[in-house]
C-alpha cells in the first residue's frame, strides 16, 4: 500500500456518455506518468476526472488512501494541483498575482498573504525562473513565460501530485525542456507525483517512469518508456506507415 | 522590509491610497455642493448650523431634511450598489461591459415595479418600501432568468450583450403600455421614476435601503477572495477549491437584489454598472477585489451625486432624469471599453 495514487477502472467522460473506459494505473510518490496518443483519444477527459473538475462515470481514483469524491474540495486543493490548456485572460493582474493565486487554499477569509505565503510564491517563481518578470502584466508575456508562471501557480499550492494537460504544447525547445526538467526534480526531490499529457514523444522518452498510450478510449498500453517506445506499439498507438518513428526518433 | 519595498509594493500602495484620497475630496466636495444648490440656495454655514446644530429655525432646515439630504444619501448608497453590481455582473460573465442596465436587468426590475405600483395604487392602498424592493427584486431575477438562458446557448459575448439590450428594450415597451394604462395620478409619479431619478426620496426610502444595500455589500466585500480566483477561469478557480455552483449563484443573487433596490427606489439608472468599476480599475491598475470592490462602492456613489447635481441644477427648476446624464459620461466609456476590447481579440 505504498502506492499514493491509484485509479481503478475508471470510466471517464461527459454528461453520462464514457469517453474512455477501463483506466487503471498506479502510482508511488515521486513518479512521472505520461499520457500519449492520438488527439481525441480521451487523454484530457482522464486528467480532468482525476482532478475532480468532472465527475467519475465510474470506478474510484484513490489520492494517498482516500477516494477522491470523499476528500473535500478544500482538502483536495491542498493536494492536487493542475496546469491547463486553457489561457487564463485575467485583466490587470501581474505574474505575481496569477502565482499568488496557488495560495488560495492556505489565506484567510479575505485571501490576504501573510509574508510567509509571499515568500512562497517567491520562491515558486524563482523555480521556474520567472522571478524577473514578475511584475509583467500577464497578458503580455509570451506562451513559454506563461507556461512557466502557471506551473509557479500550481507549485506554490504545494500540491503532493501535478496534473497538466500538454504542458510543453506551443514552447520552444529551451522552455519544454527546461519545464519538464523542472517537473522531474521536482518528483526526485519532493516526492511530487506528476499526471500529464504530452504530444511531444521524444520529451515523454525523456522524463516519464511510466507512459501511459490512450487510443480511442482504451488503454492500448501502460509500461515504462522503455518498452513502449518502440517501432511497434508507436505505429500502432498512432496508425503511422512503417518508417515513421525512425524519422520521429531518428536522431535519439 | 526591504525586499517589499523592492518589489514595489510601496509604488503600489501609494497609488492605491491617493486614488482613495482623490474620490473621498470629490465625495465630500459634492455632498456639501448637492447641500447648498437648488432652487433655495442655503450657505454652507447655514447648513451646517441646520445639521450639525439641530437648529430648526435655521434657514433651510425643512428643505435639507426632508429634501435634499434624504436625496444625498439615496444617491451615495444606489450609486455605490449600481457600481457593485456591475462588478459582479463582470465577474459572473466574464465580461468587462455586463452590467445590470446593459443586460437587461434594471428594466425586468422597472416593469415588476411598475405593475405592482399600478396594481395598488389601482387600489388606492400604499406602496411600501418593502413592496418595492421585493416586486423588483422577481423583476430582475427574471431578467436575469432570460440572460442566463441565453449565455446557455451562445458563447459570444456580443451576442449576450445584445440579447441583453433586447430584454431591456422589450421590458421598457412593456413598462409604458401600463404606464400608460394606469390611472392618472399613479402615472405622474411612475413618469418620473421610470425615466430614473433620486428625487422623492423619504427616510422610510433611505433606511430600506441602507439596511440592504450595506448588508448585500458586506456580503460581496468577503466574496473579494473567491472573485480574485474566478478571475483565473472556472477550471483553476475549482482547482483551488472554490465552490463553483455555490459561487455562481452567489454572485447572481447578490448583483440582482443590489440592481432591485437602485430600481425600486430609483428607476433605471444607465451605465453606472460598467463605467465605474472599469475607470475604478484604471486608475488603480489593478483588478485586486480587495481594494476594487469598495473602491467601486465609493466611486459609485461620487458618479451617481455628480450626475444628480447636474440633473437637477443644469435647467432648474425643471429636471432632468439622472439616467439622461449618467449615459452621457458613462456609455462613452462603455464604447471604448468595447473597442479596446475587440482589438485585443
Known sequence: ?252 | MIRLRESGMDARNFRYLTVTAVLLIFFAALIVVNVSTGSVRISFRDAADAIFGGNLSAPGYDILWKVRLPRIAAGIILGGALALSGFLLQTFFGNPIAGPYVLGISSGAKLTVALMMVFILGRRLTVSSAMLIISAFIGSLLSMGFVLLIARRVRRASVLILSGVMIGYICSAITDFVVNFASDESIVNLHNWSQGSFSGMSWDNVRVMAAVVLAASVFTFFLSKPVGAYQLGEAYAQSVGVNIKAFRVTLVLLSSILCACVTAFAGPVSFVGVAVPHLIKAFVKTSKPLIVIPLCFLGGAVFCLGCDLIARSLFAPAEMSVSSVSSLFGAPVVIYVMSRKAGRD
Not at chain 1, 18 to 32: D, M, R
Not at chain 1, 152 to 171: G, H, K, N, Y
Open chain 1, 1 to 252: 500500500m505504498d502506492y499514493f495514487f491509484k485509479a481503478e477502472r475508471l470510466s471517464v467522460g461527459y454528461h453520462g456518455k464514457p469517453v474512455a473506459e477501463e483506466i487503471t494505473v498506479s502510482l508511488k510518490k515521486g513518479q512521472i506518468l505520461t499520457l500519449i496518443g492520438p488527439n481525441g483519444s480521451g487523454k484530457s477527459t482522464i486528467l480532468k476526472s482525476i482532478t475532480k473538475q468532472l465527475t467519475l462515470l465510474g470506478g474510484v481514483a484513490y489520492l494517498g488512501g482516500s477516494a477522491i469524491q470523499e476528500i473535500s474540495a478544500k482538502e483536495f486543493s491542498r493536494k492536487a494541483a493542475v496546469v491547463l490548456t486553457e489561457r487564463p485572460k485575467p485583466e490587470l493582474m501581474t505574474c505575481e498575482d496569477v502565482v499568488a493565486v496557488g495560495r488560495y487554499p492556505y489565506t484567510g477569509a479575505l485571501g490576504v498573504l501573510s509574508g510567509m505565503d509571499k515568500e512562497k510564491v517567491y520562491s515558486a517563481l524563482r523555480k521556474v525562473n520567472a522571478f524577473d518578470i514578475k511584475d509583467k502584466n500577464f497578458n503580455e508575456i509570451s506562451d513559454g513565460q506563461l507556461q512557466r508562471i502557471m506551473l509557479a501557480r500550481a507549485i506554490c499550492q504545494e500540491p503532493e501530485i501535478i496534473v497538466l494537460d500538454e504542458p510543453a504544447s506551443f514552447l520552444d525547445i529551451r522552455y519544454a525542456v527546461e519545464i519538464l526538467d523542472t517537473l522531474r526534480s521536482m518528483a526526485d526531490e519532493s516526492g511530487i507525483t506528476v499526471i500529464m499529457s504530452l504530444h511531444e514523444l521524444n520529451y515523454a522518452k525523456r522524463v516519464s517512469d511510466w507512459v501511459m498510450c490512450v487510443k480511442s478510449g482504451k488503454v492500448l498500453y501502460l509500461d515504462a518508456p522503455g518498452v513502449i517506445f518502440t517501432k511497434d506499439i508507436i505505429n500502432r498507438l498512432y496508425d503511422l506507415r512503417e518508417g515513421c518513428y525512425d524519422a520521429l526518433f531518428g536522431g535519439l
